[in-house]
């Protein structure tokens, strides 16, 4: 099977399949000779923060000297960028040869395995080659059904931020949602909690008093000394002063708070990484679509926030990076997102919202948005017929101090940024480029 065909392949199955997940996938890689059993895993659950938590963690880890595995979804660009091996994606050949191992097991299953599923068996066999020291392993969705979840007891659970997200498929309380998060957390097992989940921590209480795991919390309250620069943040954490975190956006500081807490808890268990690896590691992290400035003068941030408590967070960056500043917003989301929450927090920070459509069969339509966006918001609203042409609009039309921000959807995060690099060479040749 060539690079093509296994992505062919790939777009030939179903992304959403019957019944339970996780069981299709205990068969599949039972089926493979079960390579996860001969890994060790920091396992990340949450509704925000998991994709930049794991980004983190393989930087300082690999930084240390280990040998990392990175498992993360939804791709950006291309099957490939779910699996790195050492901060580099898995190449074609190897993403082909495995493919076509997993190919000949998952079509003489009774129950066919779905995309993530088959992804998921990939990154395993993957990491398994390469004798990871250590794979951070983000969860899909949700945490105790999700086919991430056939693994054994984890070096470290950890969980992120909790939010309403996912709601038909996972419960529409934060209760609930915390409940199917914290079925990640294993008998005996060590979970590290962002210390911002308060509603709730008894969920997480529970579960840990029942399983018998150790509860770790991160303390965001001893956040301080914060200097934000479109370079990153620098704050300090505890006992640690002026560290400089690369990824912008304030919310990217818990974030940072929970992977330390992580990384003490792997120390205890034997691991060597040292105050320089996590320097090091924090400083240079980069994780694509995350409160991301693509320009300056106009300012261009693209960033991926896709539920209430995202744009949440999102807006605080955007208040605190550009006090008594109006944004132009061009906004995409998909239908079964709760959009009418998600744009009474937009409005009041709204100078106009450009509407485009995601590239996913959920994604609302441009024009049914853009109506909504009327009836219910006092905001200049735009529909556009392509994420191209909205691009182009929001810098053709913008003025160099104004603020541009593209969000709504992690699915458009690559064709954002591959237009709007390209409308700033050719446009704006004697503006400031990042």
Not at 176 to 199: L, P, W, Y
Request: overall charge negative; hydrophobic content about 40%.
């Amino acid at each position: 099977m060539t690079y093509n065909e296994a992505i062919e392949w790939m777009d030939s199955r179903h992304w959403s399949g019957t019944g339970k997940g996780i069981v299709r996938s205990q068969e599949l890689l039972e089926r493979l000779g079960n390579p996860q059993d001969n890994l060790k895993f920091v396992h990340v659950a949450g509704t925000n923060g998991k994709g930049s938590v794991c980004a983190c963690l393989s930087k300082i880890l690999t930084a240390a000297g280990y040998q990392v595995g990175l498992f993360v979804s939804p791709h950006l660009k291309r099957f490939n960028d779910r699996i790195y091996f050492n901060g580099t994606e898995i190449g074609d050949e190897d993403f082909a040869r495995l493919a076509s191992r997993i190919r000949t097991q998952a079509e003489v299953m009774e129950d066919a395995p779905t995309v993530f599923e088959i992804m998921t068996a990939m990154g395993m066999l993957y990491f398994a080659e390469k004798q990871c020291d250590l794979v951070m392993l983000e969860v899909g969705m949700g945490g105790r059904l999700d086919s991430t979840n056939v693994i054994r007891t984890p070096e470290a659970a950890v969980i992120t931020s909790i939010g309403l997200d996912h709601t038909k498929e996972l419960g529409d309380t934060l209760e609930k949602i915390a409940g199917e998060k914290g079925g990640i957390i294993k008998t005996g097992g060590t979970v590290i909690v962002d210390g911002s989940n308060t509603a709730v921590m008894p969920v997480f209480e529970k579960i840990c008093q029942k399983t018998g795991a150790l509860l770790v919390t991160s303390a965001p309250e001893q956040i301080r000394n914060v200097v934000l620069s479109p370079a990153g943040e620098v704050f300090d954490y505890k006992d640690l002063k002026e560290l400089h975190l690369s990824l912008t956006g304030v919310y990217q500081m818990n974030n940072a708070a929970v992977v330390i807490e992580t990384l003490r808890v792997l120390e205890q268990k034997g691991y060597r990484i040292g105050e320089a690896a996590l320097r090091k590691g924090l400083s240079e992290v980069y994780w694509p679509g995350r409160f991301e400035r693509l320009h300056e003068q106009p300012t261009f941030l693209v960033d991926g926030s896709h539920n209430p408590d995202g744009i949440r967070a999102l807006l605080e960056s955007l208040r605190s990076y550009f006090p008594d500043k109006k944004i132009r917003f061009l906004l995409g989301i998909l239908s079964t997102k709760d959009v009418s929450t998600m744009l009474q927090l937009i409005e009041p920070l709204a100078e106009e919202i450009g509407v485009i459509m995601p590239p996913s069969e959920k994604a609302m339509d441009n024009e049914r948005m853009a109506q909504q966006i009327s009836r219910e918001c006092g905001v200049r609203t735009t529909a556009f017929d392509s994420i191209e042409e909205g691009v182009r609009s929001m810098i053709e039309n913008a003025e160099k101090e104004d603020v541009i921000c593209a969000t709504g959807s992690l699915y458009s995060i690559e064709e954002i940024r591959t237009c709007a690099n390209r409308e700033f060479h050719q446009n704006c040749g004697g503006c400031e480029r990042l």
